[in-house]
């Protein structure tokens, strides 16, 4: 099984659209992250939920907005898509104790 | 946010040890040395990580210097699957990862 999924693995999307990405972690973590990967390969993080609860919130557009409905599952959506929000979207988990962090395998957002 | 410099780029012969090179001159007292890394169109991948002591497990080995300025993180006998983006940071009781520019392995047979 799978530690941490996300769907879709690709997507490709209109500007203006809104469109949304899914998280699951069966490993039973308490947080959950969303990063994001942009063309020059650097790795942001944009939002952290614990046991459901927002406890990061980095500089990132209103336009973006996760939830998090149980602590397995951290969902990533996306009004009114820009060009500029083309990039690879990591989730990851982790423990309380803090001895690694678990990513997905990313979703590739298009914005067209 | 916390800040590391490790090489841009490095070669290793399959079958040598790599030997990845980071430093963290700003490290505090309380804040942990991780490293992560990256295969193509992969999630990043914990490798280990580690406060004073040196480390090692299954992948690699952490070599931590007494200061904790810097370390060194070793794989013993590199593959070709180990040619990937390797990320050094350190972290403390904030709970985000800060990744830096990484440094690209590229393993050659």
């Known amino acids: 099984d799978t530690a941490v999924s996300q769907t879709p693995k690709y997507l490709v999307t209109q500007m203006g659209n809104d469109k949304s990405i899914k998280c699951e972690q069966n490993?039973?973590?308490?947080?959950m992250y969303w990063y994001k990967q942009d063309s020059k390969k650097f790795l942001k993080i944009m939002f952290s939920y614990n046991n459901k609860e927002l406890i990061i919130n980095e500089t990132v557009p209103n336009r973006f907005s996760p939830k998090s409905p149980d602590k397995a599952h951290l969902n990533l959506h996306i009004n009114s898509l820009e060009l500029g929000d083309s990039a690879v979207y990591f989730c990851?988990?982790?423990?309380?104790?803090?001895?690694?962090?678990?990513f997905g395998s990313g979703t590739r957002l298009t914005v067209v | 946010d916390a800040k590391t410099t490790q090489p841009t780029s490095m070669d290793c012969a399959e079958g040598r040890a790599a030997n990845l090179p980071c430093n963290h001159s700003t490290i505090s007292g309380n804040e942990y040395v991780y490293w992560y890394r990256q295969i193509h169109s992969q999630g990043p991948q914990y490798i280990i990580h580690?406060?004073?002591n040196n480390e090692t497990n299954e992948m690699a080995s952490l070599i931590i210097t007494e200061d904790r300025k810097s370390s060194t993180l070793i794989l013993p006998h590199a593959t070709l699957r180990d040619t990937a983006v390797y990320y050094c940071?350190?972290?403390?009781?904030?709970?985000?990862?800060?990744f830096g520019t990484g440094t690209r392995l590229q393993v050659f047979p």
């Open positions: 990851a988990s982790s423990p309380l104790i803090r001895t690694g962090y678990t």
């Open positions: 490993l039973g973590h308490d947080t």
């Open positions: 940071f350190f972290t403390g009781n904030t709970d985000k990862l800060i």
């Open positions: 580690g406060l004073k």
